[in-house]
């Protein structure tokens, strides 16, 4: 299939790129590079030393002879080189990467969180404007994520994005209908992912596009397969508080010695999926899309759930390291229960990557490998939720 993959430069879209790439499909690689840009404004780098995106494309050419296509172009705000794009290209899958994808970056000032919704809605919506308008029959599949879910305790196993209600008329008459389920964003990055998720029913309903929303739980690890075939194609690794995922940034900390940094009580419950389940579930997506048919399909894209303070132990009795807790930067309750359904997914084949693997260890082995990349005083997350927050950790400081 020809394949489109918007935000083929980042931690998701490069290793999904090749992923599909390597499975067969012809692919091209948009992006704006605003990722790459991020990082020397935050004066921070990812561990892995990560090449040009060029540089990763020939040198995927070479060691496989597969070729990967590249456009440089801002989603959000350039229409008509998307449009341009489309027409001569013509996709019949799209994947959507396109997104500023951190949710501490989306609080941590009152001109990112503008950002955050600049980019992300205007992205999302000019892709959807531009597959009706050049008339293509492209399934669009989106990287969400189960954020949107909210994290309340509610005894129930998270369904696959929609819910079945039944309500009265006014005749008395009860009646049963499927709706998005009721979405708690925690951050505006979560926001824009909820919001995401009306334009694509708006789309779906009214012009027919076809849609698979990712719903997609926190990322672990860094290397897939193709990744890892030659250094010049190494996934980017972020451990930062802005970017850095909890269990990486666990990761890069038994790695050098430091303590692993717990928010709060760490009972905070989240989903979890490594990045060669990831790639996998993009494929499995992008290939079934002749099953997506008047609704959009939303799929949750998690493989476990485990609570921050669980899998600080693990991480601690697996590479040995100790715990410290620190104040919560997020507006949250302290404890929360999660459980979510993925029968769409295993339905199609997946066959989950555990944390209790052999990866935890590779991954260790890139941080050490890369400790000398590691500024240790942008580990911790400074980006706070709300003055409340900010004002009981910096009490907590001066404990």
């Known amino acids: 299939m020809r394949i489109l993959i918007l935000g083929g430069d980042g931690f998701c879209g490069w290793p999904s790129a090749l992923h599909l790439s390597a499975h067969g499909h012809q692919v091209t690689i948009a992006d704006s590079f605003v990722r790459r840009r991020i990082d020397d404004d935050l004066g921070v780098q990812s561990l892995t030393p990560i090449s040009s995106l060029a540089e990763r494309v020939s040198a995927w050419e070479e060691v496989t002879g597969r070729e990967i296509d590249v456009a440089e172009f801002d989603l959000a705000h350039d229409y008509d080189a998307l449009t341009d794009l489309l027409t001569v290209l013509r996709p019949e899958v799209i994947v959507h990467f396109a997104e500023q994808r951190a949710a501490p970056y989306s609080m941590k000032s009152p001109s990112l969180k503008r950002y955050t919704v600049d980019n992300n809605l205007?992205?999302?919506?000019?892709?959807?404007?531009?597959?009706?308008a050049t008339g293509l029959d492209a399934h669009v599949v989106h990287l969400g994520t189960m954020g949107v879910y909210g994290y309340e305790s509610v005894p129930v196993d998270l369904p696959e994005g929609y819910l079945t209600v039944s309500y009265p008329d006014r005749d008395g008459h009860l009646h049963t209908r499927d709706i998005l389920y009721p979405t708690s964003p925690g951050s505006v990055y979560h926001l824009t992912k909820s919001l995401d998720q009306l334009l694509f029913q708006f789309y779906a309903r009214n012009d027919g596009v076809r849609i698979t929303d990712l719903h997609q739980g926190i990322v672990w690890g860094t290397q897939t397969d193709e990744t890892a075939l030659d250094s010049r194609l190494i996934n980017r690794f972020d451990y930062?508080?802005?970017?850095?995922?909890?269990l990486n940034r666990f990761l890069v900390q038994a790695a050098l010695g430091h303590p692993l940094t717990v928010h709060g009580t760490g009972g905070q419950t989240r989903a979890f999926i490594n990045i060669r389940d990831t790639v996998r579930c993009i494929r499995l997506a992008a290939e079934s899309g002749a099953d997506v048919q008047g609704r959009v399909r939303v799929m949750n894209q998690v493989t476990e759930t485990h609570r921050v303070s669980d899998l600080a132990y693990l991480v601690a009795q697996t590479v040995g390291a100790r715990i410290s807790a620190v104040s919560n930067p997020r507006a949250e309750a302290d404890e929360n229960q999660l459980s979510a359904r993925n029968d769409h997914l295993l339905g199609l084949g997946l066959e989950?990557?555990?944390?209790?693997?052999?990866?935890?260890?590779?991954?260790?082995?890139?941080?050490?490998?890369?400790?000398?990349?590691?500024?240790?005083?942008?580990i911790p997350c400074t980006s706070y939720w709300n003055r409340d927050r900010r004002t009981s950790a910096q009490e907590h400081a001066h404990e």
């Open 122 to 132: 205007n992205a999302t919506h000019n892709l959807l404007a531009a597959v009706v």
């Open 352 to 378: 989950p990557t555990r944390l209790a693997s052999g990866l935890l260890h590779e991954s260790v082995e890139i941080a050490q490998k890369y400790a000398a990349r590691v500024d240790v005083s942008r």
């Open 240 to 246: 930062d508080g802005d970017f850095g995922t909890v």
